[in-house]
T-cell receptor, first 112, second 114 residues
């Protein structure tokens, strides 16, 4: 099945700096890669996703890059703000089935 | 308002006492699933359903049952809960198969089994 590894597990950055979270996946046929943000005590919510026919997607201060050859994708947050503090999850589907596998999560702390 | 609703939000129960956590979505989504979230382990899929009367095991199905008699509802059943099922549970739904579309999550159910 699909195996998704996420690094780092925790990330502390100074407000205004950039944060980068990386995920690797095992199923080379996977074609959809979402990122979810979970604030403390709340449900995960989609913040950005990318499909395998593009290499990069950007939405204001967040961007996702995909390297299909190396089977990894990354979340980039620029000009971080305190409200970016949360747990972030990447995910990848098992291409031949219907299961969505999540990475272990990254706890991001933005220090003012 | 489009949403996924879980009940209850919090539940404390005793070992062996059957319980059901309900999940309902109003978006006419075909795909629904249950996850448990434990510290350091992320979100692990318990069961999923592609449509009415179609369910399948996720990565950690032991000790759980589900049913999908109607499109909007996908209850999670613990026939004989044990302390290792103490966790935060999330229900989620998607328009289509999980591999291609956004998953909408319920508010979560924090379960404690003593």
């Amino acid at each position: 099945g699909e195996n998704v590894e996420q690094h780092p597990s925790t990330l502390s950055v100074q407000e205004g700096d950039s944060a980068v979270i990386k995920c690797t996946y095992s199923d080379s046929a996977s074609n959809y890669f979402p990122w979810y943000k979970q604030e403390l005590g709340k449900r995960p919510q989609l913040i950005i996703d990318i499909r395998s026919n593009v290499g990069e997607k950007k939405d204001q201060r967040i961007a996702v890059t995909l390297n299909k050859t190396a089977k990894h994708f990354s979340l980039h947050i620029t000009e971080t703000q305190p409200e970016d503090s949360a747990v972030y999850f990447c995910a990848a589907p098992k291409a031949a089935g219907n299961k969505l596998t999540f990475g272990g999560g990254t706890r991001v702390l933005v220090k003012p | 308002e489009a949403q996924v609703t879980q009940n209850p939000r919090y539940l404390i129960t005793v070992t062996g006492k059957k319980l059901t956590v309900t999940c309902s979505q109003n978006m006419n989504h075909e795909y629904m699933s249950w996850y448990r979230q434990d510290p350091g382990l992320g979100l692990r899929q318990i069961y999923y359903s592609m449509n009415v009367e179609v369910t399948d095991k996720g990565d950690v199905p032991e000790g759980y049952k589900v049913s999908r008699k109607e499109k909007r509802n996908f209850p999670l059943i613990l026939e004989s809960p044990s302390p290792n099922q103490t966790s935060l549970y999330f229900c989620a739904s998607s328009w289509d198969r999980a591999r291609n579309t956004e998953a909408f999550f319920g508010q979560g159910t924090r379960l404690t089994v003593v």
